[in-house]
């Protein structure tokens, strides 16, 4: 019987260069029956790979590229280079895996290394979920008449009120 993922016809790319990382995808994808393939830098991510697929994955190991702050750009980049694609990030900095939506703008989910197989199969059900919000996101926004810039707006707090009377 062949699972929900190979029924999707689900494909998955890992980026890593740690073997302790790639183990783990090569023990538990193959159960989940998604084909997969690594590549061991944001640079090197084939995208032809994840193009003809109804739901695909990217898992970044951040860790391996000096965190979040030094791929910050690169996996903007991926988001926008493939917004058909779940991205989850993986990373032992990470105090728990996450799966709400604070970090849309990079990443569907994030995972702490090590994970185990039921934290996997719930990213992998919960990002596509994730990635539909962040699409629905980005079109409203581009839909939007005005783009709203905070930064340029007074905040008023009860301070500023109270000081105001």
Do not use: C
């Amino acid at each position: 019987m062949k699972s929900q993922f190979a029924a999707d016809r689900s494909k998955a790319l890992v980026v890593s260069k740690n073997w302790d990382v790639l183990s783990d995808f090569t023990e538990y994808l193959p159960e989940f029956d998604i084909p997969f393939l690594f590549a061991d830098s944001l640079k090197a991510v084939p995208y032809g790979f994840l193009s003809d697929y109804r739901r695909s994955y990217v898992f970044v190991s951040i860790d391996d590229f000096g965190g979040p702050t030094f791929v910050y750009d690169q996996l903007r980049d991926l988001r926008h280079n493939m917004p058909n694609t779940a991205v989850i990030l993986v990373s032992s900095e990470f105090a728990v895996d996450e799966y709400g939506t604070h970090r849309l703008s990079l990443a569907d989910v994030s995972l702490r290394l090590p994970f185990s197989k039921s934290s996997l199969l719930l990213a992998l059900n919960q990002a596509p979920v994730n990635l539909l919000a962040w699409r629905q996101r980005v079109a409203s926004q581009a839909h939007s008449p005005t783009t709203l810039d905070v930064n340029d707006q007074e905040v008023l707090t009860r301070r500023s009120a109270f000081a105001a009377s």
